[in-house]
Nanobody, 125 residues
Framework: QLQLVESGGALVQIGGSLRLSCVKSGFSFDYYAIGWFRQAPGKEREGVSCISASGDRAQYTDSAKARFTISADQAKSTVYLQMNKLKPEDTAIYYC??????????????????WGQGTQVTVSS
């Protein structure tokens, strides 16, 4: 019932920006934390950012902290990941995920129960 659909991935030049979207459906009551994860070829899935169910807490991995911003639009049931100053090492499939949570979110993929299918981000010179 609960579904997550990512969009916004694209080919972008080094230093460019993208905004990824994660549209949520099937949330009878919106008490789910949302995380953004990425997986590059040969790498394990990595937590990038997350936002709490209430939207007032967020976390970022070190590589994303100064460049990425997570936000939510309740009216559109959408969580965004604004990515600036993109680097080749940001190239990956980006996934959004959700788990039932009262307050905090986590950057460990093991905490999440629901996953989108991913959107490809490629950063090239």
């Amino acid at each position: 019932q609960l579904q997550l659909v990512e969009s916004g991935g694209a080919l972008v030049q080094i230093g460019g920006s993208l905004r990824l979207s994660c549209v949520k459906s099937g949330f009878s009551f919106d008490y789910y934390a949302i995380g953004w994860f990425r997986q590059a070829p040969g790498k394990e899935r990595e937590g990038v950012s997350c936002i709490s169910a209430s939207g007032d807490r967020a976390q970022y991995t070190d590589s994303a902290k100064a460049r990425f911003t997570i936000s939510a639009d309740q009216a559109k049931s959408t969580v965004y990941l604004q990515m600036n100053k993109l680097k080749p090492e940001d190239t990956a499939i980006y996934y959004c995920a959700a788990f039932f949570s009262g307050r905090d979110c986590y950057l460990s993929p093991d905490e999440y129960d629901y996953w989108g299918q991913g959107t490809q981000v490629t950063v090239s010179s």
